[in-house]
């Protein structure tokens, strides 16, 4: 309210109740001018509807003139991704001998089908069909999805389950998980983020990341190489296809980013 009251007296008016809706829609357009965002904004309004509802209450007032003042509308946040080069610097930082290997399919995994960490961790030994080459996978509302799996997915899936996943199962030919940690038992979702912020700081990726930078990294891609909307909906496992829109919002950021470098008259 301090703020609203030394506003107030800039423009000559000596108390709250004596405010007009201009008075408040001049406030808050002042409050945006000085980049707060609509949250702030909006907590403003709602803190100035507390107070006018009280005067009008008291009758200390003959008109609310925040009555019809709309809040404003939160910004919706673009998902953070990584370009096609970090990806790969953050793929070539693994070494893929030991427990390597086992990242390695993990984080190829990630990118390359855009599972959720949650059904990374969770998958089993009998949702793989590397030589149908996909995946059956539940995600959210457990619901059950059939994911592709890439070229190079498939061919360091089949490497560490060959090679790395028996060493580390060792004594525990019953474990249905398909990523385990050192001790045979399944990967959890903790560790998945300590990997994969290690690696991305191997890789001098400056960002702070996690599993859902490589999911939200998977969908981007696609359509910025024109993949369909639908297309990526499925293999997101999105039920409602708003939530997959918010991916070409990235992409016309993208678009906006290059016309401003390379246009002559940007």
């Not at 096609?84 to 190829?108: H, N, P, S, T, W």
């Not at 398909?178 to 290690?198: I, K, M, P, S």
């Amino acid at each position: 309210m301090t703020l609203f009251s030394a506003y107030l007296a800039r423009t000559g008016v000596r108390a709250p109740s004596g405010a007009r809706q201009t008075h408040v829609r001049e406030f808050l357009r002042s409050l945006r001018g000085a980049a707060n965002g609509p949250t702030t904004v909006a907590r403003r309004l709602a803190a100035l509807r507390g107070l006018y509802k009280y005067l009008e209450g008291e009758r200390l007032i003959d008109a609310n003139p925040t009555a019809f003042i709309e809040t404003p509308k939160a910004w919706r946040k673009l998902p953070q991704t990584l370009r096609l080069d970090e990806v790969e610097r953050m793929l070539a930082a693994v070494d893929a001998d030991g427990l390597g290997g086992r990242d390695l399919a993990m984080l190829e995994l990630l990118y390359g089908t855009g599972l959720r960490v949650s059904e990374l961790v969770s998958l089993n030994l009998a949702s793989l069909n590397l030589e149908g080459g996909f995946l059956r996978c539940i995600g959210k509302g457990n619901k059950e999805r059939i994911v592709p799996l890439g070229r190079q997915a498939t061919t360091v899936l089949e490497r560490y389950l060959g090679h790395q996943r028996p060493a580390l199962v060792d004594g525990k030919p019953n474990e249905p998980a398909v990523f385990v940690n050192r001790y045979g038992r399944r990967l959890t979702r903790q560790r998945v983020f300590q990997l994969l912020r290690r690696y991305a700081r191997a890789g001098l990726i400056g960002k702070t990341i996690g599993p859902h930078t490589l999911r939200h990294s998977f969908a981007t891609h696609l359509l910025e190489r024109g993949a369909d909307l639908r297309t990526v909906q499925e293999l997101l496992g999105h039920a409602n296809i708003s939530t997959t829109q918010r991916y070409t919002h990235v992409d016309r950021a993208r678009l906006k980013a290059v016309h401003e470098q390379f246009h002559p008259r940007p």
